[in-house]
């Protein structure tokens, strides 16, 4: 296999190979990407804040539930206790006695009452926001909807230009020394990306840019595969 032109298929390989971190990098880089990482947190904040409040509402109902209960069945004591305290026929300490505990019950009721009514308002003041962050979490997620769909479709389109690249990649690998695929994917790896460039007039490295004296391309010129001395990157003549 003649050197030379493995270190220009060499070349082609690198110029496919930086398309295709281009096109990776795009995918990652999407401002539309951003926005729906933005909105899918949003959503899932608004989810978590849907099922805290939704979870007070179910303990504020079951505790209202509960009082009621209890109000029904005091104020059904209350009124048996009213019955026997009117119909008579007990005696005076008997009575005043009964009239003590119906004044005790009816301030227990009173009591409960105003329990019942604390957690009704608190229960529709829940039920209220409940609603309006469904309102909000509907919004939130139709934004996320939308934006994931961009960003699917931007993919999709990526993906494609990828594909080909890769496609071409495939047939220009097998032209290249095994070994020197080798070396160039360990050096792509510490050289951002850039294993080779050319040595382009007046002796300037085509990977870092720096220029080598005359004596220096002299030097890099007679190795069986040129490298930079700054940079150690592959060099084309």
Not at 10 to 29: C, E, G, K, T
Not at 195 to 218: M, N, P, Y
Request: net charge negative; with cysteine.
């Amino acid at each position: 296999m003649n050197e030379f032109q493995s270190l220009v298929d060499l070349l082609d390989l690198q110029a496919v190979d930086l398309q295709i971190d281009r096109f990776l990098h795009q995918r990652q880089s999407l401002p539309e990407l951003e926005l729906f990482r933005a909105a899918h947190a949003r959503s899932v904040q608004i989810s978590n804040r849907l099922a805290e409040i939704s979870d007070e509402f179910r303990q504020i109902s079951l505790k209202e539930d509960k009082a009621e209960g209890e109000l029904e069945l005091l104020e059904q004591k209350v009124h048996q206790k009213e019955q026997r305290l009117f119909a008579g026929g007990l005696s005076a300490r008997d009575t005043d006695n009964m009239r003590r505990e119906v004044e005790s019950l009816r301030t227990r009721e009173s009591t409960m009452e105003d329990e019942v009514l604390s957690l009704l308002d608190r229960r529709e003041l829940l039920e209220t926001e409940v609603a309006a962050i469904k309102v909000e979490l509907e919004a939130a997620q139709t934004e996320e909807r939308r934006l994931e769909a961009i960003v699917g479709e931007e993919w999709k389109k990526l993906d494609a230009e990828i594909a080909k690249k890769e496609v071409r990649k495939q047939d220009i690998v097998p032209l290249i020394d095994p070994e020197l695929i080798e070396l160039y994917e360990n050096l792509r790896e510490h050289k951002e990306g850039v294993a080779i460039g050319r040595l382009v007039d007046g002796g300037i490295c085509g990977g870092c840019h720096l220029r080598l004296s005359t004596a220096e391309q002299r030097q890099v010129l007679s190795e069986e595969l040129p490298r930079c001395l700054h940079c150690r990157r592959i060099l084309v003549p």
